[in-house]
């Protein structure tokens, strides 16, 4: 995973049970929690490394609310992790149930994730009807003195045809933006969905360590190479730190032979990815939407 976040959320997942445990940990998370997918229409889950603590206070059909800590702050946070429902007369009940959960005080507190509704007339382009700021959402916002967190890259989230929309949001009380100002929402590109996953990054003010220990990749022994790898390389010499050193110091020089021009490529393609939907964005071109739908397929 590019970017290796401390805690990832799937939205609208259409799994559940050990399928959605296997996704999770599959991309390298070790603690879990989900609100389950009903008749495969929605459901949250989340994934989290040891990195930060994570309690869960509150389920909900379309929201988990968590406090976490991280080794970086001594603070702990409330992080609720949102879908909402496409269904509008069900999403009534969201607003209310949401702003309950906002604590009164200075504890720093944000909700991420897809809403299902917009904030203002900007956050839409296309369709049958114009653009219009949702009031139940609107009036939550206002009436719980939130903070729209803003975002770095295309404007829209979701995309269906001709219509493009910012549906997802991040959302902090006061003391959120106090205590981190510096916070950042990347909106990433498209790859195999209609919606845009989105990064957050606390961008904390502390220096981190240069390098990254190694990580033994399971697709290895996949590559019909590996095994000569491991009988020309592997020798004991007496010292088993000395001797995994040495064959980390090739494995790593043999990974780079291998699979670097995999991973150029793979950053090329999500640059002119980037390049397609940010004119798309623009001009709604029904070109430029097959020359996605070939860059997405490669």
């Given at each position: 995973?590019?970017?290796?976040?401390?805690?990832?959320?799937?939205?609208?997942?259409?799994?559940?049970?050990?399928?959605?445990?296997?996704?999770?940990?599959?991309?390298?998370?070790?603690?879990?929690?989900?609100?389950?997918?009903?008749?495969?229409?929605?459901?949250?889950?989340?994934?989290?490394?040891?990195?930060?603590?994570?309690?869960?206070?509150?389920?909900?059909?379309?929201?988990?609310?968590?406090?976490?800590?991280?080794?970086?702050?001594?603070?702990?946070?409330?992080?609720?992790?949102?879908?909402?429902?496409?269904?509008?007369?069900?999403?009534?009940?969201?607003?209310?149930?949401?702003?309950?959960?906002?604590?009164?005080?200075?504890?720093?507190?944000?909700?991420?994730?897809?809403?299902?509704?917009?904030?203002?007339?900007?956050?839409?382009?296309?369709?049958?009807?114009?653009?219009?700021?949702?009031?139940r959402f609107g009036n939550f916002v206002d009436l719980s003195n939130l903070h729209d967190l803003g975002f770095k890259?295309?404007?829209?989230?979701?995309?269906?045809?001709?219509?493009?929309?910012?549906?997802?949001?991040?959302?902090?009380?006061?003391?959120?933006?106090?205590?981190?100002?510096?916070?950042?929402v990347t909106h990433l590109p498209r790859i195999k969905s209609d919606n845009r996953s989105f990064l957050f990054n606390?961008?904390?003010?502390?220096?981190?360590?240069?390098?990254?220990?190694?990580?033994?990749?399971?697709?290895?022994?996949?590559?019909?190479?590996?095994?000569?790898?491991?009988?020309?390389?592997?020798?004991?010499?007496?010292?088993?730190?000395?001797?995994?050193?040495?064959?980390?110091?090739?494995?790593?020089?043999?990974?780079?032979?291998?699979?670097?021009?995999?991973?150029?490529?793979?950053?090329?393609?999500?640059?002119?990815?980037?390049?397609?939907?940010?004119?798309?964005?623009?001009?709604?071109?029904?070109?430029?939407?097959?020359?996605?739908?070939?860059?997405?397929?490669?």
């Amino acid at each position: 995973m590019e970017h290796r976040p401390d805690i990832i959320s799937l939205l609208e997942n259409r799994v559940s049970g050990s399928k959605a445990d296997r996704i999770i940990a599959k991309l390298g998370f070790q603690f879990l929690h989900r609100v389950e997918a009903i008749g495969y229409a929605r459901g949250i889950c989340i994934g989290w490394n040891k990195s930060v603590k994570v309690k869960i206070l509150q389920n909900h059909p379309q929201f988990i609310i968590t406090q976490v800590w991280h080794n970086s702050s001594s603070i702990p946070i409330l992080i609720g992790f949102v879908y909402g429902s496409p269904n509008r007369q069900k999403r009534k009940d969201l607003w209310h149930e949401l702003r309950a959960t906002i604590p009164v005080g200075q504890t720093p507190w944000m909700v991420i994730g897809d809403f299902n509704a917009i904030l203002s007339s900007d956050e839409k382009k296309g369709g049958l009807s114009n653009g219009k700021r949702c009031p139940r959402f609107g009036n939550f916002v206002d009436l719980s003195n939130l903070h729209d967190l803003g975002f770095k890259g295309p404007p829209f989230t979701c995309y269906r045809g001709h219509l493009f929309e910012r549906l997802d949001h991040a959302l902090g009380n006061e003391a959120w933006v106090n205590y981190f100002p510096n916070s950042l929402v990347t909106h990433l590109p498209r790859i195999k969905s209609d919606n845009r996953s989105f990064l957050f990054n606390f961008n904390f003010d502390f220096a981190l360590p240069r390098g990254r220990p190694f990580r033994f990749l399971a697709g290895w022994v996949e590559h019909s190479d590996f095994g000569n790898l491991v009988r020309h390389q592997w020798v004991f010499q007496g010292n088993m730190s000395a001797s995994l050193n040495k064959f980390t110091a090739n494995l790593k020089e043999w990974n780079k032979t291998i699979y670097d021009h995999i991973t150029t490529r793979r950053r090329n393609l999500i640059h002119k990815l980037s390049t397609v939907q940010r004119k798309m964005n623009l001009l709604g071109s029904t070109h430029l939407a097959l020359v996605e739908i070939k860059i997405r397929n490669e």
